[in-house]
């Protein structure tokens, strides 16, 4: 089977991101690839490293051009993707990388968004419970924020086995591309190299909820997230760094059995063994995530510590896994475990 894929904002980082993970997908043949400032560019002059694609012309983000093809893969920023996808026939696989579709709580999404909520689709982490069976078959799929992707992964399985107080802290550090290719100030690498800060402190990260929703969801009680990302001096990868107060009688090994049940059988989730614990650099470029779960017996937290890279598992690994589980391929086909070192 081979499908035939669009790729709208393929000039960003997200829509390179995904291409470079098509072009290594054999059920796949790339159609149209879009931009908004940058239409009329040649990708060559903007993804050097995408060398097969060089030579198209990127067009603009119009249904007429990505109409015709089986996926569509939308790199958009916040609020662009629902126009788009309203347009797209419902026989279409629509995979949004954005945020417009993530949430289920319409007031979260006005609070952090500050836009009408377009609604929700199935939640593209498929190592979430039930999250599997949700995306088989779908025709719309909406790809995680990439700091909840870590961190999700990273404290499910304490609140799935009802170890934790619903009160998780969070503190991650992100590279980055994370922000996207477009000049902004803090951003300059003069201000990033040899410097790491906080920003969107006190619960301002509109990533926030969406922590929220899936730790709720594994713990079957709300649950408070505290969150604080900062930037790192990297281009790629997000180290999170998770607590929460365990629920009286946890025991370490009770802590390691709810790790060890939760990824017995996950392709891309690496449980490390103990006393080895997750780094940036051993995913960066391929859709793997490292977890290490620690008890701390003094302070009576659960710590859990995930790695990822923000572009790959984080946004279009993620992405592809989906599209492989919603057109019933095997769930690892085009992706890499394997990471880059040193
Ligand atoms: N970077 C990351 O690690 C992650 C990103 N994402 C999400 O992926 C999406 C894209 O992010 P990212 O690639 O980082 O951002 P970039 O700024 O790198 O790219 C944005 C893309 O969107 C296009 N674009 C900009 N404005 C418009 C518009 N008004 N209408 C249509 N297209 C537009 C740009 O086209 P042009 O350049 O031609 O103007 C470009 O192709 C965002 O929703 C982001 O949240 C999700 C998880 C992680
Ligand atoms: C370093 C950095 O700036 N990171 C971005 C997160 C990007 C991302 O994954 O999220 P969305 O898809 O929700 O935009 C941020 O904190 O806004």
């Known amino acids: 089977m081979t499908v035939r894929v669009a790729v709208a904002g393929a000039s960003g980082y997200a829509g390179g991101e995904v291409l ?14 879009t931009g908004n400032s940058n239409a009329g560019q040649r990708l060559g002059a903007l993804q050097p490293h995408l060398l097969p694609l060089a030579g198209r012309v990127l067009e603009p983000t119009e249904p007429g051009v990505l109409a015709g093809h089986d996926v569509v893969f939308l790199a958009l920023p916040h609020g662009q993707s629902a126009a788009v996808a309203e347009q ?4 279409v696989l629509v995979i949004d990388m954005g945020a417009d ?28 419970p039930g999250a599997r069976a949700a995306l088989e078959g779908s025709k719309r799929v909406a790809v995680p924020g990439c700091y909840p ?15 934790a107080e619903p009160e998780a802290v969070i503190v991650a550090a992100s590279g980055t591309s994370g922000a996207g290719k477009a000049a902004k100030p803090h951003l300059l690498g003069s201000e990033v190299m040899g410097s790491m800060s906080p920003y969107g402190v006190g619960g301002l990260h509109r990533h926030t909820p969406e922590m929220a929703q899936n730790l709720g969801a594994a713990a079957g009680e709300p649950v408070t997230v505290s969150f604080t ?12 760094t998770c607590t929460a107060k365990a629920k009286p009688g946890t025991t370490a090994e009770d802590v390691r059995a709810a790790y060890e049940k939760a990824y017995a059988d996950e392709p891309f989730v690496h449980l490390l063994p103990e006393g080895q614990w997750p780094a940036t650099a051993s995913v960066y470029g391929s859709n793997a995530v490292q977890v290490q779960v620690a008890y701390d017996a003094t302070a009576g937290r659960i710590i859990a510590i995930s790695a990822i890279d923000n572009l790959t598992k984080g946004t279009a690994g993620g992405a592809v896994q989906s599209m492989n589980i919603a057109l019933g391929l095997p769930e690892d086909t085009g992706l890499s475990m394997i990471g880059v070192a040193p």
Do not use: N
């Not at 993970?21 to 059920?27: F, Q």
């Not at 797209?88 to 026989?91: T, V």
């Not at 709580?105 to 377009?118: C, L, N, T, V």
């Open 20 to 33: 470079r993970l098509l072009l290594a997908h054999p059920g796949v043949e790339i159609g149209a690839l």
């Open 101 to 128: 579709f993530r949430l289920r709580d319409a007031a979260a999404w006005e609070k952090f968004y500050g836009s009408p909520h377009a609604g929700t689709w199935p939640y593209g982490l498929p190592e979430l």
């Open 149 to 163: 992707t870590a961190v999700s992964l990273a404290l499910f399985p304490a609140y799935g086995a009802g170890l």
């Open 229 to 240: 990302p900062t930037l790192a001096p990297m281009s790629r990868g997000i180290l999170a």
């Open 88 to 91: 797209l026939g419902d026989d």
